[in-house]
T-cell receptor
Framework: EAGVTQFPSHSVIEKGQTVTLRCDPI?????LYWYRRVMGKEIKFLLHFVKESKQDESGMPNNRFLAERTGGTYSTLKVQPAELEDSGVYFC????????????FGNGTRLTVT | RKEVEQDPGPFNVPEGATVAFNCTYSNSASQSFFWYRQDCRKEPKLLMSVYSSGNEDGRFTAQLNRASQYISLLIRDSKLSDSATYLC??????????????FGTGTRLQVTL
């Protein structure tokens, strides 16, 4: 089966611009997660979708971040306007939905805000 | 205090050596525990789950001590291909469904000839 795919793999934007990251989970995985790792820090949870619904968005840093998962398939994460501290690697992960089923991570999008 | 603490390393060991990583977690309500492996500029990949009874997968042995809130990973007969960052990961499991994971910063292992 195809893994979790993320697009783009890299993005370099200027402060104040908008960027949209996309994640395609493994087919049939109802649970989709966004995580990010900023330089020198640990990977941190951003939010969790179950199908198209936001189950938990407690990790979203502020209202410049908007995640959607229309139709319960792929998800987008938009940052508008981007700030320097948003630079990092954004990982998407999906799981089948059983309790403690393993997460499958995508390769990540490396975002650099200049 | 960080929720999951790990020694960042790096641990530099020769091929064939045995190496152990430790991790502590702060929330006693944590439900499940994992070790993930992350290669440079790659995504994290599940290495193994960690159970109170201890579990082994080939050269890898994981152990959990709930009383001390401590997790360990032992790698025997290290291979060059084991060089990576090892992430200690904890799940509060509050939702009862799939995971919201809390990651440590990782321990870097470099196996040399």
């Amino acid at each position: 089966e195809a893994g979790v795919t993320q697009f783009p793999s890299h993005s370099v934007i200027e402060k104040g611009q908008t960027v949209t990251l996309r994640c395609d989970p493994i087919s049939g995985h109802d649970n989709l997660y966004w995580y990010r790792r900023v330089m020198g820090k640990e990977i941190k949870f951003l939010l969790h979708f179950v199908k198209e619904s936001k189950q938990d968005e407690s990790g979203m840093p502020n209202n410049r971040f908007l995640a959607e998962r229309t139709g319960g398939t792929y998800s987008t994460l938009k940052v508008q306007p981007a700030e320097l501290e948003d630079s990092g690697v954004y990982f998407c992960a999906s799981s089948r939905g059983l309790y403690n089923s393993p997460l499958h991570f995508g390769n990540g999008t490396r975002l650099t805000v200049t | 205090r960080k929720e999951v603490e790990q020694d960042p390393g790096p641990f530099n060991v020769p091929e064939g050596a045995t190496v152990a990583f430790n991790c502590t977690y702060s929330n006693s309500a944590s439900q499940s525990f994992f070790w993930y492996r992350q290669d440079c500029r790659k995504e994290p990949k599940l290495l193994m789950s960690v159970y109170s009874s201890g579990n082994e997968d080939g050269r890898f042995t994981a152990q959990l001590n709930r009383a001390s809130q401590y997790i360990s990973l032992l790698i025997r007969d290290s291979k060059l291909s084991d060089s990576a960052t090892y992430l200690c990961v904890v799940n509060l499991g509050l939702t009862g469904t799939a995971s919201k994971l809390t990651f440590g910063t990782g321990t870097r292992l470099q196996v040399t000839l």
